[in-house]
């Protein structure tokens, strides 16, 4: 894993993912899968392909779970644009008793990011359908 590992910290996501797909079926240990599944992600991340990368951190979040797992969960969902699950994360992170402070923090914050884009997003398909048909007739 410390070559794809070399591959994942120079950027270059697919190099990394050839040397790590086949050990999937080879890998038996909890924290070797849990770590395996979590370079997976950041190679899949790195390649754009953020709901290949989302569950690849969940695999790894079962088998670690830790708050700055669930960060990088949170964040696969988030650049995905899956912010209903991205806002569950956060949320669970910003609660979570005996996470560092830091992280927290991180986690309320961009949850107050992603609560306002999601207000946004809606407020757009608002503009979108037009004004009200029954207020256009009178």
């Not at 794809?4 to 993912?17: N, V």
């Not at 994360?89 to 949850?111: N, P």
């Not at 306002?116 to 809606?122: G, I, K, P, V, Y």
Request: without cysteine.
């Amino acid at each position: 894993m410390r070559t794809a590992e070399a591959h994942l910290g120079q950027g270059d996501g697919a190099a990394a993912l050839e040397l790590l797909v086949p050990q999937l079926d080879r890998i038996t240990s909890a924290d070797d899968l849990a770590r395996l599944n979590a370079d997976l992600a950041q190679a899949e991340l790195l390649l754009g392909h953020f709901k290949r990368s989302a569950g690849y951190y969940e695999a790894a979040f079962a088998l670690d779970p830790s708050p700055e797992m669930l960060l990088e969960l949170a964040s696969a969902y988030d650049l995905g644009g899956d912010l209903h699950s991205a806002l569950a994360r956060y949320l669970r992170l910003a609660a979570w008793d005996g996470a560092d402070e830091t992280l927290r923090q991180i986690a309320r914050d961009l949850l107050l990011g992603a609560k306002q884009l999601d207000t946004d997003r809606a407020g757009d398909r608002e503009d979108q359908r037009g004004p009200d048909r029954r207020h256009a007739q009178q």
